[in-house]
């Protein structure tokens, strides 16, 4: 079963308007977990890293304001994409790793964005 | 910095036929790498690593890879191609220095033809 769960699948929102994101382990604490972008028929970007307890770290020419992430818990991240506006209509995908550096990193199931 | 390319957006291959993914990779230090596959609108599922040990490597679902340091390469494998396999196969790579950090290669694309 699915060890990183992401809620919502899909949403539609309207410009203007804020949306979150959750990014839940389900079965192990995550100090860190990570947000991506996919743009259709396109690679993964990372966006930032999320870490708990301290703020994220955006990677360069991500909008910190605008992508606010929240890593409240152990288990919990957030991401809010704020004032959203059409192009920011995408897949989000967030992951965690589940261990040290030899383990391999568990995906959300991701969220399509819409923004009219 | 580290970087992975995936020269082929897209392969197509028949059922029971061999399929293979390539990916090359380019770090300056012992890489890990990481094969996932993604279906449309879903999040990546994770199918083999390459840490340390033998070169040879068998993951989930018949898949394997082989990790060849000369060559800088990371092909996958899979002996006999099923119409279900047919999905987006992304490989990364992570320095073991830069955390869990994962760089992703652009992606390819298999289709497998009944």
């Known amino acids: 079963g699915a060890v990183v769960s992401q809620h919502p699948s899909w949403v539609i929102c309207k410009s203007g308007t804020s949306v979150k994101i959750e990014c839940r382990s389900l079965?192990?604490?995550?100090?860190?977990m990570f947000w991506y972008r996919q743009f259709p028929k396109q690679s993964l970007m990372l966006m930032a890293t999320s870490n708990e307890g301290s703020k994220a770290t955006y990677e360069q020419g991500v909008e910190k304001d605008k992508f606010l992430i929240n890593h409240a818990s152990l288990t919990l991240s957030t991401l809010t994409v704020t004032s959203a506006h059409p192009e920011d209509s995408s897949f989000y995908i967030c992951?965690?790793?589940?261990?040290?550096?030899?383990?391999?990193?568990?995906f959300g199931q991701g969220t399509r964005l819409t923004v009219v | 910095a580290q970087s992975v390319a995936q020269p082929e957006d897209q392969v197509n291959v028949a059922e029971g036929n061999p399929l293979t993914v390539k990916c090359t990779y380019s770090?300056?230090?012992?890489?890990?790498l990481f094969w996932y596959v993604q279906y449309p609108n879903r999040g990546l599922q994770f199918l083999l690593k390459y840490i340390t040990g033998d070169n040879l490597v068998k993951g989930s679902y018949g898949f394997e890879a082989e990790f060849n340091k000369s060559q800088t390469s990371f092909h996958l494998k899979k002996p006999s191609a099923l119409v279900s396999d047919s999905a987006l196969y992304f490989c990364?790579?992570?320095?073991?220095?830069?955390?869990?950090?994962?760089?992703f290669g652009g992606g390819t694309r298999v289709l497998v033809k009944p």
């Open positions: 992951s965690a790793p589940r261990g040290g550096i030899n383990t391999e990193a568990f």
């Open positions: 079965d192990f604490q995550a100090t860190t």
């Open positions: 990364a790579v992570r320095l073991g220095a830069a955390g869990n950090k994962l760089t």
């Open positions: 770090v300056s230090g012992n890489p890990y």
